[in-house]
């Protein structure tokens, strides 16, 4: 995630003055329990979803595909839920810094836990990527792996998006879930391929998409196996094994599903080669791309965005004839109705 | 891989004289229609199976498992079908040797290629572990996954084992089939994690056990993305990603799965660090070990063999309290009945 970081860090100083998207109230909910895909606008974009599932899933058609070999793959930054103003997990990171300060007295005089403490992010982001992977090492790592999910759960649980004061949870996409249980209804296998920790996302995606730790691809860093006396440990070391971004993104799918997925669903430029993966097997493929065009409800931004940049998918998406949805047309809603 | 073949070797070459295992016949077979676990003679291990599986799945009992959480992991080389004389993979990437020696000339006079051209075992191990690394790696590297899968599936369609003239996937432990059907029966997910390749695997297990491509667990290489003109592909590199063995286990549970097991399967070993994390979480946990007993119908072999070697696992299982399957008391059937 360094990378990704680094472009989080320069997007967060770029923002910092005026012009921070703010979200606009959902209209009113629609009741979570009408089946299909009831937030999705009749257009294109619906047409080549529901098409593509009639072939794939019809006896007999030449298009027919096995359930076994039915698996859809979702990026999940930007296409399940909201990446604006910043990464969800980068938040995390920014809190345990905060969280952990009081252990790490040095960290006072040592950059770039000194800036992210005194809320300076710029010169946080001074300090160069060596800087930030050791926040990110320090504040994911060197701890079992049970003791990070207690981590993430305590802290998704209560964590606040800084524009919608929704909880992170709160902020996935609404046409997106209703998709997902669609597509299982239908057969498939859902997955997650995301550039996030997957030791961030494995905790709480079976509750909120329904999409069991099993099928969660994301980022990870090495892993050893130890005894300490009579119990088991998997602890988090401080190496990356596997950056699942961009061309990560169909190692990772290699590694983890070993199956090549007939649909994938992403929103930005590290999921141009998962698109292109999915899309060159033989029989039918489907890729769609949410492009992010409502600077009402949500937040518009594209080609020039630090944060899910969307260029070269998008041409790519225009040359073969993907799908790509205009949220500000295609989707009658964004995100579900606030949890009381 | 190649801690392993180096064992394979140096047992090959103990036992390239007398007392190669055979395999006797199977008695007449039964019906593979039967439902249930019809090739488990009565018995403690069989009752420990049912007495564990009727616990987790009964509504209201303080042992309930949800079903989503039911996950069992099976090793493959000696829990799952047979390794002796030598690991299938072993013999793939012997042959592989000699189906490629035309295209590389240089093998006639480079070591182990010298040797294992020549059916000198002994001296290919004389080559030491580098020779071994470079033989797998050249074996099964430098080419797509898809053109791997192709050469496995050609490979195991025709394959004979050396001692039963039986095509490979012919010796599996049928008892094994059933046991794994009865636990899907009853909500559970199952999984091989094995120290075996996993893109060796994963062709043709699907097949033969109903274990799909994305529940399979294995030792991998490192693999690459990359375009062919406007063709993607994923190629194999000669590096080792991990070693899916002994203390490698857990980590590939824990990378590919993300969730502890409840239940493990295991014949060795190498499997110790996998039984010692599935029991010591909380809840119920179960934990079985095959142990080969049978000299008639199989093999019979345990704490001295340098495949399969059954020692620090058998006493781990003794000191508490984990099933221990006796083939030869425990299994009315080895294999199943030939397919024509």
Known sequence: MPVVLLLVLSWLIGASGAGAPTFAADP???????????????????????????????????????????IAVFDNDGTLWSEQPLYCQLAFALDRVKALAPQHPEWKETEPFKAVLAGDLKAAMASAEKGIVGMVMTTHTGMTTEEFTRTVNDWIGTAKHPKSGR??????????????????????????VS????????????????????QVVGSRGKLKFEMRGDQPVVLKLPEIDLVDDGPGKPVGIQQCIGRRPIAAFGNSDGDLQMLQWTTSGSGPRFALIVHHTDDVREVAYDRQSPIGKLDK????????????????????????????
Do not use: C
């Open 195 to 214: 550039g996030g920790g997957v030791e961030f996302m494995r905790p709480w995606v079976e509750r909120v998409y329904g999409i069991p730790p099993e």
């Open 28 to 70: 009113a909910p629609t009741s979570k329990a009408a089946p299909g895909l009831h937030s999705w606008n009749e257009g294109p974009a619906r047409k080549a979803i529901t098409d593509f599932v009639g072939r794939v899933t019809k006896q007999g058609s030449k298009d027919f595909v096995p359930a076994a070999e039915r």
């Open 313 to 340: 998918a998008w041409d790519e998406a225009t040359a073969r004839g993907w799908t790509v949805v205009d949220m500000k047309k295609d989707w009658k809603q964004i995100f579900p109705p606030e949890m009381k």
């Open 167 to 192: 909880l992170y949870t709160g902020m996935v996409y609404q046409p997106m879930l209703e998709l997902l249980a669609y597509l299982r209804d239908n057969g498939f296998k859902t997955f997650i």
